[in-house]
């Protein structure tokens, strides 16, 4: 049970507490006390790593001073607060953005120069808090970035996880994996909240409607500060760590058993050890599921707690909170705000359901069935068997419903036979009923929330997306083209029944973080160029740099920064993993999650023709080729067979061609490992050329497009995700656009199976694989059978289909990039037109149109 106030302070002078003095020479000192009393250093002689903690620890202060101040105000405004429930937080580093949000960049600045160091040298110090795997949990950290800066009354929850995402390594050319050890030097930024420990119960039985667990953890927060820019707010991350309710087993340990006196330890510890631990055992998804619940749970209770302290009437709680679910993950939250409004409030079912449905918020990210979660209700019982009780009797009302409005839409057409019904745009009856077959079964069993696995006959699953639907005022997809695809696909009943739940919130990116902060030779020349430095905040002021997009004189600087970038890249590029690559060549890049549908294979195809027609041309025609540096990132999932495949390739087209005399610097390949959020920072500002070539339909929005766009970075991608919006943008035919449309994809997939179309180039770079022009031909065979042999697979990506078409698009970029006047223009676009992709328009989106949640700004004291 938390503690409140008990100590008796009322009569002391807190209000005039010293809060910390923000010029130069007082920050230096400050350092200078946190290294000695903090750190326990030796002021006059600290290393980097010293000087780094000490400062860091200074500017956790001044968070904190903004951050109670925010608090307390709120809590005396009592606005309606969003919740954002997420399982990944992907929020890379610091120090940078905190200094910069707060506005202390010259005065930090001045005093780290003091010190004899760059604010730079110092941020390299720092580790990356890497608790996600990609977009779903980078724009996590983007809304809270542009959550803070908006001044909406909003916190994140999720997972401490003690070990982040993997340390990728390459071991001759193949993806290693060592663990992400990112606490060991401690977390400035985090500030430990030992009394605020929720008790979350796992197993046991449910008892006259009481459950009794079996297992009990605590929950602990840890408070992570996150300061707005341009604003006195500093919000919340509530981050929550696990730890046993009997840390020690005295009497064990007396015995001699060591391994038992601190098994509850060990267990509570594995539930916020790492993120997505492996599900391949039983104890592996026992142990997802775990952590799903005991963040969520842990997230309601606190947020109970609080409006409890305000609060009487449960039916206030949708005025004053909203939670919203990232992905299926927290879904659980149906199921658990139920249980509790339940069995601890004392609520009964129908007003629990009401206050739930309007309370929760649900946002799906992808249509990869792999990823839509379903638990076996086996497994569930057993873990939650309360939650699983009160998930049956949402699905039997949920199936009551949809049976009752089939039967009704079928008697409604009485002479439509359940087939002819079902080709109907508007049918509740799935598209695939067979004749004869019962058509409210056949709804039943394809949109339950419990369903049976259709892979494995009697085992009963829990379809967490379809609760997510029905248990929310709201679902969303995260791109236009998306949001559209899942009311039609694996939504489609849920949106004829509840139309008017179902709403599109295209993503978008910090500006701060992915321009400001991360280029900041583009940002005073955009500033210069605008005249001040508004965009920041507002970043629809970038389109002002249109008109001056022809300006040959921008056009010479806007070059030089790019210049400078990619000079910066490729410094690191040899200090990583040693290849020269040289800076007049075009910069093109291609790093995200190493996925299939992503086709970072595709690209590499293309460069593996480039290659084959650079050796294939004479001296003469060689020197028509523009020389391009290819740069490749990203991580393979450990039990992703095809996706390391990938990254081999990566590596071995490079070790062949970057060391191919003839071809020189006309091409170079390379694999940057360990891509997270510090490297993206680094890239993207150097990038010329990026690839976003998903197969239409399948990448839910994609978010890295948006950073490259703002840096001014020429986009080569398909008509997929957030693609569509960003051509919308700037203007189709200044993007380069290849590959089918996503409507297409369906029937092509089909076509398929009798392709024998083969563009020669194909089958010359298949042939150059399976050859071993590349090294282990057989190590290939099976990335090329699953492309290029239909008897095996039926290239379900459409890689085959869309080679011809992407090799013109790269044919109009290398035509495009030796003019660098028009290159330039096209750049000065793409940044000028991504106004629409700042996280604060999304956030805004979402504030007004779901959350229903308004800006509460601190005023300056
Ligand atoms: O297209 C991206 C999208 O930009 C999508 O693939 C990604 O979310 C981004 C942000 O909206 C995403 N990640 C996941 N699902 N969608 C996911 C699913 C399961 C586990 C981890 C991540």
Same mark, same amino acid.
């Given at each position: ?111 780290? !120069? ?13 580790? %990356?808090?890497?608790? @996600? ?94 300061? @707005? ?81 305000? +609060? ?52 799906? +990210? ?55 019904? =079902?080709?109907?745009? $508007? ?54 083209? +998306? $949001?559209?695809?899942?009311? +039609? ?17 295209? %993503? ?127 991580? =393979? ?42 490297? =993206? ?20 929005? @994609? ?48 076509? !398929? ?109």
């Amino acid at each position: 049970d938390v503690e409140r106030s008990q100590a008796k302070t009322d009569s002391l002078p807190v209000e005039h507490l010293p809060h910390p003095k923000n010029d130069p020479d007082s920050i230096e000192q400050d350092v200078l006390s946190k290294v000695s009393y903090t750190i326990g250093a030796d002021p006059k002689a600290l290393t980097t790593k010293q000087t780094y903690r000490g400062l860091a620890w200074t500017v956790r202060e001044r968070l904190i001073d903004s951050f109670n101040k925010t608090q307390e105000y709120w809590k005396s405004k009592d606005p309606k607060f969003v919740y954002y429930l997420s399982a990944e937080f992907l929020m890379g580093r610091s120090l940078t953005n905190a200094v910069y949000n707060l506005g202390l960049e010259g005065e930090y600045g001045e005093a780290i !120069r003091k010190l004899g160091y760059s604010l730079e040298d110092l941020q390299d110090q720092e580790q %990356n808090a890497s608790l @996600g795997n990609g977009g779903l949990g980078r724009l996590a950290a983007c809304f809270m970035d542009s959550i803070a800066t908006t001044d909406l009354p909003g916190w994140g929850y999720g997972i401490r996880y003690k070990y982040g995402m993997f340390k990728q390594g390459l071991d001759k050319g193949f993806q290693s994996m060592a663990p992400d050890i990112w606490l060991s030097a401690g977390n400035p930024w985090e500030v430990y909240r030992p009394e605020l420990a929720y008790r979350i119960g796992f197993y046991g039985e449910v008892k006259d409607g009481k459950w009794i667990p079996a297992e009990s953890v605590n929950a602990v927060a840890y408070d992570n500060p996150i300061p @707005g820019f341009g604003t006195n707010n500093v919000t919340n991350l509530r981050l929550f760590e696990s730890q046993p309710v009997n840390e020690f087993n005295l009497d064990f340990f007396n015995e001699g058993n060591f391994d038992e006196a601190t098994q509850e330890k060990r267990r509570a510890e594995d539930i916020s050890a790492v993120l997505y631990p492996n599900d391949a055992t039983d104890y592996g998804r026992e142990l997802r599921l775990k952590q799903q619940v005991f963040f969520v749970s842990a997230a309601i209770q606190d947020v109970i707690a609080r409006f409890k302290e305000q +609060h009487s009437d449960f039916n206030e709680l949708p005025n004053k909170a909203v939670f919203t679910m990232n992905d299926t993950h927290p879904t659980i939250a149906v199921a658990e705000l139920m249980r509790l409004l339940i069995d601890q409030e004392g609520l009964d079912w129908d007003n629990a359901w009401a206050i739930t449905t309007k309370t929760l918020a649900f946002t799906n +990210h992808t249509v990869m069935p792999e990823a839509l979660e379903k638990w076996p209700v086996k497994v569930m019982t057993k873990l939650l068997p309360r939650h699983m009780e009160i998930i049956s009797k949402i699905d039997s009302i949920w199936k009551g419903s949809l049976a009752d409005r089939v039967k009704a839409q079928i008697e409604a057409e009485p002479k439509a036979e359940a087939k002819a019904a =079902a080709s109907e745009e $508007s049918s509740l009856v799935p598209e695939d009923t067979e004749a004869g077959e019962d058509p409210v079964d056949a709804a039943l069993a394809k949109y339950g929330i419990i369903c049976e696995n259709p892979w494995e006959k009697g085992v009963k699953l829990v379809n967490m997306a379809f609760m997510a639907v029905i248990g929310s005022k709201s679902t969303n997809g995260v791109a236009a083209i +998306h $949001s559209d695809i899942i009311k +039609h696909t694996i939504f489609k009943d849920f949106y004829e029944i509840y139309p008017e739940k179902f709403q599109n919130k295209t %993503n978008g990116v910090t500006p701060r973080r992915w321009l400001a902060y991360c280029n900041p030779g583009l940002r005073e020349l955009i500033t210069k160029t605008l005249g001040s430095n508004e965009w920041i905040k507002h970043l629809e002021k970038l389109s002002g740099l249109k008109q001056h997009a022809e300006d040959k004189e921008l056009q010479a600087q806007w070059r030089a920064v790019k210049q400078e970038n990619k000079q910066r890249l490729a410094k690191y590029i040899k200090a990583n993993v040693g290849v020269d690559v040289p800076t007049n060549a075009m910069f093109d890049v291609q790093i995200k999650r190493i996925h299939e549908y992503k086709r970072q294979h595709l690209n590499m195809f293309s460069i593996i023709n480039r290659y084959l027609e650079i050796k294939a041309a004479s001296p003469e025609e060689r020197k028509k080729f523009v020389p391009r540096v290819c740069v490749f990132g990203g991580k =393979a999932a450990s039990a992703y067979y095809m996706a390391k495949k990938m990254i081999r390739l990566v590596t071995a087209v490079g070790e062949v061609v970057n060391n191919d005399q003839e071809v020189g610097d006309l091409l170079k390949v390379v694999f940057l490992p360990d891509y997270n959020v510090s490297l =993206a920072e680094v890239i993207i500002p150097a990038a010329e050329l990026s690839h976003h070539i998903s197969t239409a339909g399948t990448e839910g929005s @994609g978010t890295s497009n948006m950073k490259f766009q703002m840096n001014g970075c020429l986009i080569l991608g398909t008509m997929d995700g957030a693609n569509v919006e960003i051509a919308q943008e700037i203007g189709k035919e200044n993007m380069f656009v290849f590959g089918v449309d996503a409507e297409d994809v369906p029937r092509l997939r089909e076509e !398929r199976k009798d392709f024998k179309d083969y563009d020669p180039r194909w089958v010359k770079v298949m042939d150059s694989l399976l050859a071993g022009q590349f090294g282990d031909a057989e190590y290939f065979q099976d990335l090329v059978d699953n492309v290029n042999d239909m008897t095996k697979s039926n290239d379900w990506f459409l890689l085959a289909n869309d080679f011809a078409d992407y090799l013109r698009a790269q044919k109009d970029v290398d035509e495009l990039y030796k003019d660098q006047d028009e290159w330039t223009r096209r750049s000065i676009l793409y940044t000028a037109s991504s106004g629409f992709f700042s996280s604060d328009r999304c956030i805004d989106d979402y504030a007004r149109e779901i959350w229903e949640v308004e800006p509460v700004a601190v005023p300056s004291s």
